[in-house]
């Protein structure tokens, strides 16, 4: 491996690999000043634009000295108040009360690994080199290390800071960002992903404004209010073409994306855990541990950047086990009985699984003690002697002597207030002294940030799991936290608890998943309210949203496919009229909006399923045949207008390339259409497995696939049609030949 970590005699630092070159200097002053983000220089130690230090007009000099002011220097790691007025990645109090502090280069050093953080997921090593830069503050003896990872495989850079209290007095932080970006003048455009329950993950582009503009979460959860995603866009870019910086962090908790366009137009990006409410109080001799922050610059447009997103999510966050492992096909009981679910129907489903043919059996929601709908019984982990008389182990066991496997649904992080959890610990709550815990979905939430709730819960999901008989757990969590307070913690400490909450979570994850290493966890949030890369590096797959409406859905896998490989995702069949939205659609159409998810199903009661039972079986039969394409392709969106969703798949050997056409709302008289595909070989044969025609690679990327037509007179026998009426959608399966 070549050394892509380089240093000058004059403390320049290069980090080069084929994406990227990342550059920055030690100042004079003992500054680290940003140099250069971008496309792989071949001589990235001599860049050609350098900070230009000059005397402006009101500007407050660094400290005394001439021509230089922080407010207008790009900044590795900034802090407030010595002459930069922007937003700053350091902000903090320290024993004098004040909040100044003054960073400057102390050490550095170069591993060729990729260190792990404490307490927090971090993405995994490899073929990488690690930049260890020490940066201090000698008056208040605070140590901060940046760790910048580069990889010679993957596009991705990875950073995170170490807060270290080297002195004898408490330093109190607010603002401890994992990393700040600070990047030149440019026309950018800003790309976030926003919703809400059944309507996560739209997109929104707007021109980047002067001032700031953030992207948080003061939920508790990373939320489905704004993804922890944000790129900073060239003006105009489209899948194909145009610079792209992207930002992500490996947390599920309170985050910030703030970007912030200064007085002279350069851009501060800041990423992290959000300085709003976080207070951490950090005693002598300890470190405070940021998440790790993630970046990625393309000059190749949306489609460059997520294949280099979807490339590192699958080698480097989510678990090895299940990397290229076909998803189980499925039966979820949620839409087919919600909470009226007993032995005898969940056995009912079984044999109805069985018939259809998919591979397992999930229990959702409604199974333990008391649970009949959702105003009761979160925490108490024991099946409902009434309905299930026999108990889980024996279920699973039956389910399984059917021939599948057996999942089941836990919303461990929640108590309802009628429990007898609740009853015995109601200490045991998110809450603080004097105020009426507030609920959602009826609920409270369990007090993460302490050892003994984390131990219970181990304790009543182990005892499940040990059974031996779960294939599959499906981890809910159902409301925003409120009241965020801990009865463990000391009134000093109480703006902790978010963060705390985040790491016991984590904790409580890890011993799980590392003891039942081949259950296959899904990570769900009332759909996507918590869908990050903190969730996906315990769980390979997440249930991105209640909303199974394919129409709605569409958008959705859309929005989330520009950070999240499909095969991170789930899908399954609901009932038509839709549960969320009332319309009515195909099995095909709904089947076909999650295709390209790694995991597929039904959640569909008896009579639905005796009603479509001959095309839900051919439907199961193509999931199951293709599940292990699913895995560690690449996806490619098309075309995506108000109308009309075309995306492509192309399997991991390349051998097989999928192109799926949603048409929303018929009308007379359209025009045809056509989709280029991509990333083909161009002298290939592709033949259509539909009717054998045989297409070159080059002829489907340069001039296209027509796309079949929506029309109610189907006459001409050379057109390609599609069902006619409204939410149509086809696919096409080319073999390379
Ligand atoms: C919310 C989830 O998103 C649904 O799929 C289902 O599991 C319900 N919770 C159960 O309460």
Redesign the pocket.
Known sequence: MPDMITVSDDLTFALTNRFFSYVFRVSPEGILEHLHYGGPLCEPLDVAVHHIRTQRSVASTFQGGHYFSLGDTPQEFPSFGTSDYRFPALHGRNSDGNTIFSLRHKSHEIVTRKPRLKRLPSARGGSCETLIITLEDPLHKLEVELLYTIYAEQGVLVRAAKFSNCGEKEIQLQHAFSSALDLPQDDYEILHLHGTWAREFNEERIDMPKGRFVVDSARGTSSAAHNPFLALLQKGTTEDFGRVYATTLIYSGNFALSVERGEFEDVRLLAGINPFNFHWRLKPGKTFCTPEALHVFTDGGLRAMSHIWHDFVREKITPKRFKDTPRPTYL?T??AA??DVDEDKVLALADKATDIGVDMLVL???WFEGRRD?TSSLGDWVADAARFPSGIPSLARRVKEKGLKFGI?F?PEMVNPKSALFEAHPEWILHVPGRTPSLG?NQLTLDLSRNDVVEYLFSQIDAILSCGDIDYV?W?M?RHMTEVGSADLPRNRQREVSHRYILGLYKLLKRLTKKYPNVLFEN????GNRFDLGMLSFMPQG?V??MCDPVGRLEIINGASYLYPLDTTAAYIGPSPNHQNGRVSSVQTRFLAGVFCAARGI?LNEADIAEHYDELIAWMDFAKKSGADMVGGRFDRLIRNGNEVCWQYTTQDKRTVYVAYFHILSAPNLPFRRARLVGLEPHADYMLVEDGARYKGDALMQNGLPMPYVSTDQVRDTVRYMEKGDFSSYLFTFKRG
């Open positions: 979820n949620w839409e919600y909470f959702d929601d409604g959702d649904w919303e979905r499906k809910d159902n769900c949030a009332s759909g249930w949203s209640d959640s």
